[in-house]
């Protein structure tokens, strides 16, 4: 994965760090930089900024050799894709809703994000990590308009052992997620994972029936899930749904199919919430923890 990306940057640095780092030649390698990040869906403003910081760490820096020049700029690099990365209020699901369960309350996600992206499949995935770690939980089918979602939630939760709250197509979310939050404060349930449409960020209608869910079940959490390989139009999206109802953190799916990994520094920044998994496979078990000190050296060749 980001194997297009990292070789980009190696490729830059080495052909920027021929010489001694000059404030002129620091201004060169830095261009080369933010080229090579745009090319790779990182959004300009997140370029910008990473390009910033690491002219900053580097500035000034007077060193003999070539080899220790390129070193020093892919740390300084490194250290500030890490920044753009390392969220000032991290997330954990577990730890969050471990608190909640102390007080014998369920916690609440809601997960939002357009058609295609792998939403449901994660949704599923996550079931599977709360069970693993001893939490019950149950599914609300709030995505009561693509034709199939339900039945296909349904069999995930009849693998993973998981009662689905539902109604018919066509049917009001916003009902079906305040009925499963009742049903799971009455069965003393502790996770209530609620599944939405596939929206389009632009259908404005389906956003507004979003925020009535919001408004209904207030969830403690609100995820956006996109897909890595969409990069900058995962961008857009995630933009999009945060402006309508302010997410918390976001789920990047077929992270191990990513040759750039742009996806995952643009939202981080420009949402200003945390990536807080990656999907790096089909199977339940393939959703992991996001790190952002393993992102970022696997950007950068030979770190």
Same mark, same amino acid.
């Given at each position: 994965m980001f194997d297009k990306l990292r070789g980009a940057i190696d490729s830059a640095v080495t052909k920027a760090t021929t010489k001694e780092l000059s404030e002129k030649n620091l201004a060169d390698a830095v261009w080369e930089?933010?080229?090579?990040?745009?090319?790779?869906?990182?959004?300009?403003?997140?370029?910008?900024h990473i390009c910033d910081l690491?002219?900053?760490k580097i500035l000034g820096t007077r060193t003999g050799r070539l080899d220790n020049i390129s070193k020093f700029f892919k740390t300084a690099i490194h250290e500030s894709i890490l920044e753009v990365l390392t969220p000032e209020h991290p997330i954990d699901p577990i730890e969050f809703a471990t608190e909640k369960k102390k007080k014998g309350e369920p916690t609440t996600i809601l997960f939002v994000g357009i058609n295609g992206t792998g939403k449901t499949t994660t949704l599923a995935k996550l079931a599977s990590v709360f069970k693993d770690k001893g939490f019950t939980v149950v599914i609300a089918a709030g995505d009561t308009f693509r034709a199939g979602s339900i039945e296909q939630l349904e069999k995930h939760a009849e693998i993973l052992d998981i009662r689905v709250i539902k109604q018919d197509y066509g049917s009001d979310a916003a009902a079906i997620a305040y009925d499963a939050i009742a049903h799971a404060k009455a069965r003393h349930i502790d996770i209530v994972l609620i599944d939405s449409a596939g929206r389009m960020q632009s259908n404005k209608n389906l956003l507004?029936?979003?925020k009535k869910i919001v408004r209904v079940a207030e969830p403690d959490l609100k995820i956006f899930v !996109?897909?890595?390989?969409?990069?900058?139009?995962a961008l857009s999206q995630a933009k999009e749904f945060h402006k309508a109802i302010g997410i918390d953190g976001a789920i990047l799916t077929k992270v191990d199919a990513d040759p750039s990994g742009g996806?995952?520094?643009?939202?981080?920044?420009v949402t200003g919430r945390p990536v807080i998994y990656v !999907?790096?496979?089909q199977n339940y078990a393939d959703l992991r923890r996001f790190d952002p000190d393993w992102f970022a050296q696997r950007l950068i060749a030979d770190n």
């Open positions: 930089l933010q080229m090579v990040l745009i090319q790779n869906d990182v959004a300009v403003e997140v370029a910008e690491t002219k900053e507004e029936e979003m !996109g897909d890595a390989l969409a990069g900058n139009d996806a995952a520094l643009s939202i981080a920044f !999907g790096v496979g």
